[in-house]
T-cell receptor, first 117, second 119 residues
Framework: AQSVAQPEDQVNVAEGNPLTVKCTYSVSGNPYLFWYVQYPNRGLQFLLKYITGDNLVKGSYGFEAEFNKSQTSFHLKKPSALVSDSALYFCAVRGFISSGSARQLTFGSGTQLTVLP | SAVISQKPSRDICQRGTSLTIQCQVDSQVTMMFWYRQQPGQSLTLIATANQGSEATYESGFVIDKFPISRPNLTFSTLTVSNMSPEDSSIYLC????????????????FGEGSRLTVL
């Protein structure tokens, strides 16, 4: 089975400060990892993904994430937070079953980010 | 990318009734999915909507409760049948786009969701 953990329900950060939203995963084989953001009363928007290659991936709105295989983590980061970054963030993982077929995406429980002015 | 329109955006329903949610995509897509997001919780995959055949349901979801249609590559419907207050959720339509890779490496695009409240 595959799973995703977002250990923090809520993250508060002051505007202009760096932010980190944590994500760890459990999956068989090499994972495909994704971050999505959900603004109030909206659907999810794709931010970035890790498939292979460079462990540091850059995405939309200045966000980046670092894949760490030894720690099975994929933390979302941004050097300088904006009030408009306040939203619900979801980490997701796709692993593979033994036949090589892909599993569906499994989403984490979400982390509410609040950037304080 | 893909632009996904869902209708209705929200509704208040009476217990025991059924509601059909529509999902329209602005381009032909192979993979369409329906997710449920219960209040304060994460997304749970209900089923994969297959064009021209029966949907593939995840564990805990059945066709009688959540019948799905997929008449073509741009449209799907999800019906929530015989609703109870426990069905109060946001229901999200999603499509997979290959973005130059494969369906496995591609990200999902989501509609804005249909917020159902069952009284």
């Amino acid at each position: 089975a595959q799973s995703v953990a977002q250990p923090e329900d809520q993250v508060n950060v002051a505007e202009g400060n760096p932010l980190t939203v944590k994500c760890t995963y459990s999956v068989s084989g090499n994972p495909y990892l994704f971050w999505y953001v959900q603004y109030p009363n909206r659907g999810l928007q794709f931010l970035l993904k890790y498939i292979t290659g460079d462990n540091l991936v850059k995405g939309s709105y200045g966000f980046e994430a670092e894949f760490n295989k030894s720690q099975t983590s994929f933390h979302l980061k941004k050097p300088s937070a904006l009030v408009s970054d306040s939203a619900l963030y979801f980490c997701a993982v796709r692993g593979f079953i033994s036949s090589g077929s892909a599993r569906q995406l499994t989403f984490g429980s979400g982390t509410q980010l609040t950037v304080l002015p | 990318s893909a632009v996904i329109s869902q209708k209705p955006s929200r509704d208040i329903c009476q217990r025991g009734t059924s509601l059909t949610i529509q999902c329209q995509v602005d381009s032909q897509v192979t993979m369409m999915f329906w997710y449920r997001q219960q209040p304060g919780q994460s997304l749970t995959l209900i089923a994969t909507a297959n064009q021209g055949s029966e949907a593939t349901y995840e564990s805990g979801f059945v066709i009688d409760k959540f019948p799905i249609s997929r008449p073509n590559l741009t449209f799907s419907t999800l019906t929530v049948s015989n609703m109870s207050p426990e069905d109060s959720s946001i229901y999200l339509c999603s499509v997979a786009v290959t973005s130059g890779g494969t369906l496995n490496t591609g990200e999902l695009f989501f509609g804005e969701g249909s917020r159902l409240t069952v009284l």
